[in-house]
């Protein structure tokens, strides 16, 4: 069982950056996504990275955000710049076997999640 533990969270202002980790204890053929969950929201997809290193991220972070890995390191990556205060959230590390499927925005496609890293961003 590929187990998630993510780290890098943290408060910044506004236009600042983060970058967030997720250490991956089996590095498998596997998708990779990393999600996030405002207080009274729905968990959402940010960003997934396929088996072939192909990325698909949300609109709203589109040219902010960018997920990457490291597959000598066993590491996902998501590096956020321009953070804005709608940012600010729970961010979780998401795995699934085999490809990444067209619904991977959607957190019923992902079966593994590690335990989340608070993002905090004030105005």
């Known amino acids: 069982q590929v187990q998630l533990v993510e780290s890098g969270g943290g408060s910044v202002q506004a236009g600042g950056s983060l970058r967030l980790s997720c250490a991956v204890s089996?590095?498998?053929?596997?998708?990779m996504g990393w999600f996030r969950q405002a207080p009274g929201k729905q968990r959402e997809g940010v960003a997934a990275i396929d088996v072939d290193g192909t990325t698909r991220s949300a609109d709203s972070v589109k040219g902010r955000f960018t997920i990457s890995k490291d597959n000598a390191k066993n590491t996902l990556y998501l590096q956020m710049n321009s953070l804005k205060p709608e940012d600010t959230a729970m961010y979780y590390c998401?795995?699934?076997?085999?490809?990444?499927?067209?619904?991977?925005?959607?957190?019923?496609?992902?079966?593994?999640w590690g335990q989340g890293t608070q993002v905090t961003v004030s105005s």
């Open positions: 998401a795995a699934r076997g085999g490809r990444c499927s067209r619904y991977w925005s959607s957190y019923l496609d992902f079966r593994i």
């Open positions: 089996k590095y498998a053929s596997v998708c």
